[in-house]
């Protein structure tokens, strides 16, 4: 079993700067890579970052050059950093593990970007 835990969402005006932290817990070496995915209201979940046990990383063309994804191995916590924030990147945030079996979720974090 693997445990995620979200954190860092807030409210922010555009143009601001967030990071999200995925602390992961248990069973954390089956882990294969991390994503963080976003679902804003009336929308589907799309994935906007992953980053796998090799340290290659992707991201969604919207976020490209705005976000970076990245790893504290000691810690077991990813990251995402968020910067140049948009009102259209207002979503719930959430931390997706990938193992051989299945995925493990977290619980979410709301980023709300004014305009």
């Known amino acids: 079993q693997v445990q995620l835990v979200e954190s860092g969402g807030g409210l922010v005006q555009a143009g601001g700067s967030l990071r999200l932290s995925c602390a992961a817990s248990g069973s954390t070496f089956r882990i294969n890579g991390i994503g963080w995915y976003r679902q804003a209201p009336g929308k589907q979940r799309e994935l906007v970052a992953v980053i796998r046990s090799d340290g290659s990383t992707n991201y969604v063309d919207s976020v490209k050059g705005r976000f970076t994804i990245s790893r504290d191995n000691a810690k077991n916590t990813v990251y995402l950093q968020m910067n140049s924030l948009k009102p259209e990147d207002t979503a719930v945030y959430y931390c997706?593990?990938?193992?051989?079996?299945?995925?493990?979720w977290g619980q979410g974090t709301q980023v709300t970007v004014s305009s």
């Open positions: 997706n593990a990938a193992t051989y079996s299945r995925f493990y």
